[in-house]
T-cell receptor
Framework: DAGVTQSPTHLIKTRGQHVTLRCSPI?????VSWYQQVLGQGPQFIFQ???????GRGNFPDRFSARQFPNYSSELNVNALLLGDSALYLC???????????FGQGTRLTVV | AQSVTQPDIHITVSEGASLELRCNYS??????LFWYVQSPGQGLQLLLK??????LVQGIKGFEAEFKRSQSSFNLRKPSVHWSDAAEYFC????????????FGSGTRLLVRP
């Protein structure tokens, strides 16, 4: 069975640019959450989506946005990249908004 | 303030020795409690979880954790560590008053001596 898949696995961007990260949930899972993990820290919650609706938002600036598509895949968008946005971005999927989350391998974003 | 604390940044144990990783939380009501493991450059794998009931929880890979309400703790244990257990371990909670938003501690890196 395919797990949570994220793309790309790595990317390098320049300050001020825009980035889009993608996540495909486990088949049958309708909820997707995004986390940011800065080196040396635990993951920080960014967004949760369920049935294409935003269910929760963490303490991140408006430069961060996300959406969920009819097939339950999701995109995380970050505008006007800052050096501090360099991190591992993790996607997690679950059957519903209050059930166990399964994590993907993450996208390593480096902003230079 | 609501928080999850893992007081040990690094722990080194010898292969075959026992292990205990500490986790304390600060929330008004007992949250859902989790332990995750992360190998270098990898995502997170769930080791075990506690929602309610028996306070001693068994997980995968021979790990267990004990919930102690009086101490607001959820410590992870393993009786005999293997070299493959070397990784970063994260304690996490889902507060009862929020959506399913995992709040993670800062992690404990486990090093295993041969």
């Amino acid at each position: 069975d395919a797990g949570v898949t994220q793309s790309p696995t790595h990317l390098i961007k320049t300050r001020g640019q825009h980035v889009t990260l993608r996540c495909s949930p486990i088949s049958g899972h309708k909820s997707v959450s995004w986390y940011q993990q800065v080196l040396g820290q635990g993951p920080q919650f960014i967004f949760q989506y369920y049935e294409k609706e935003e269910r929760g938002r963490g303490n991140f600036p408006d430069r961060f946005s996300a959406r969920q598509f009819p097939n339950y895949s999701s995109e995380l968008n970050v505008n006007a990249l800052l050096l501090g946005d360099s991190a591992l971005y993790l996607c997690a999927s679950s059957l519903g908004p209050e059930t166990e989350a399964f994590f993907g391998q993450g996208t390593r974003l480096t902003v230079v | 303030a609501q928080s999850v604390t893992q007081p040990d940044i690094h722990i080194t144990v010898s292969e075959g020795a026992s292990l205990e990783l500490r986790c304390n939380y600060s929330y008004g009501a007992t949250p859902y409690l989790f332990w995750y493991v992360q190998s270098p450059g990898q995502g997170l794998q769930l080791l075990l979880k506690y929602f309610s009931g028996d306070t001693l929880v068994q997980g995968i890979k021979g790990f267990e954790a004990e919930f102690k309400r009086s101490q607001s703790s959820f410590n992870l244990r393993k009786p005999s560590v293997h070299w493959s257990d070397a990784a970063e371990y994260f304690c996490a909670v889902v507060p009862m008053d929020s959506s399913y938003k995992l709040i993670f501690g800062s992690g404990t890196r486990l090093l295993v001596r041969p």
